[in-house]
């Protein structure tokens, strides 16, 4: 039971990320199950968790749903991130180890990599990546609640879905980004590095509507 637990919850999280249902689709627990291969009690638990993480909205007489996103929502959800984020970077100006700098390099090298393959699934490699180089950020600010905070407000569905709607401009913007903030990490300049995140954040915001 603990695996097919685990194992619904790995799989719906998956698809979830990966950008498998739209805004405002219904997750069923039937069309789950019968898809993962297990009974619909794994999926419950698996959607109740997912609900806990903030991937999918829950409700008693509706069930699982993908959030879907007013154009409030977005206002509300990037000035949050933009703000947090950026004191966030500041704080890692001043406290981030050489060891992390030279991961957030990898990285960015990484994400440049897929941005220029056009390969059809880069978005969702640099996804991947630009998480991480977000977390390193926002560990190397050594502010545990700030990230308990952050984790409040930051919503991966949409994350993903704002990389699958950069154009070639946009993919480039975002890239130089992350070299800036590396240079003003390096340079141990607060200011410079959340302006940097500020404008990276509020950025991301202006390639989405309504969604």
Known sequence: ????????????????????????AKL????LAAAIGVSRTPVRE?????????LVDWAANRGATMPA???????EIFELRALLEGYGA????????PDEITRLRE???AMEESAASQAPDRADKIAVHNAEFHAIILSAGRNRRLSALLGAVVQTPLVNRTFRRYDDAAMARSMAHHR???DAFEAGDRAWAG????????AARSTLGAV
């Open 28 to 31: 069923s627990e039937e069309e």
């Open 90 to 97: 500041e704080l890692a100006a001043a406290r981030i180890s």
């Open 195 to 202: 302006s940097v995140m500020r404008a990276h954040i509020l």
């Open 107 to 109: 990285l960015t090298t």
């Open 46 to 54: 698996a959607l109740r968790r997912l609900h806990a993480e903030g």
């Open 180 to 182: 800036e903030l590396i």
């Open 69 to 75: 996103w007013s154009e409030q929502d977005l206002e």
């Open 1 to 24: 039971m603990v695996r097919a637990k685990e194992g619904a919850y790995e799989s719906i999280k998956s698809r979830i990320l990966d950008g498998s249902y739209e805004p405002g």
